[in-house]
Nanobody, 123 residues
Framework: QVQLVESGGGLVQAGGSLRLSCAAS????????MGWFRQAPGKAREFVAT?????????YADSVKGRFTISRVNAQNTVVYLQMNSLKPEDAAVYYC???????????????WGQGTQVTVSS
């Protein structure tokens, strides 16, 4: 059974940083691209970042470029990270990680999803 478990969310002041983690199990992690999405109350789920299975390709939403960094560990620890710096109030949302065979920016293309972790940014 595939499981994606996010952690690292919390409350941070504007300008601060958080690092989200997503631990994967039950799938051939090194063969999957991983993505991060977020959803704020009353809004659609939106793409944040994605990384290819080997880590050589990354893509970011324009709103987070230069502030967020996605990375992954394909060895013994099958984890994907999202380092978030210079956080803004508009970054507040539930953040989800997702898995797919190839990089994609559309949520509908992803095969597996985690339960999400809440990020709150105070102004």
């Amino acid at each position: 059974q595939v499981q994606l478990v996010e952690s690292g969310g919390g409350l941070v002041q504007a300008g601060g940083s958080l690092r989200l983690s997503c631990a994967a199990s039950g799938l051939a992690f090194s063969r999957y691209a991983m993505g991060w999405f977020r959803q704020a109350p009353g809004k659609a789920r939106e793409f944040v970042a994605t990384i290819s299975w080997a880590g050589g390709t990354t893509m970011y939403a324009d709103s987070v470029k230069g502030r967020f960094t996605i990375s992954r560990v394909n060895a013994q620890n099958t984890v994907v990270y999202l380092q978030m710096n210079s956080l803004k109030p508009e970054d507040a949302a539930v953040y989800y990680c997702a898995a797919k065979r190839a990089v994609a920016t559309q949520a509908s293309e992803y095969d597996y999803w985690g339960q999400g972790t809440q990020v709150t940014v105070s102004s």
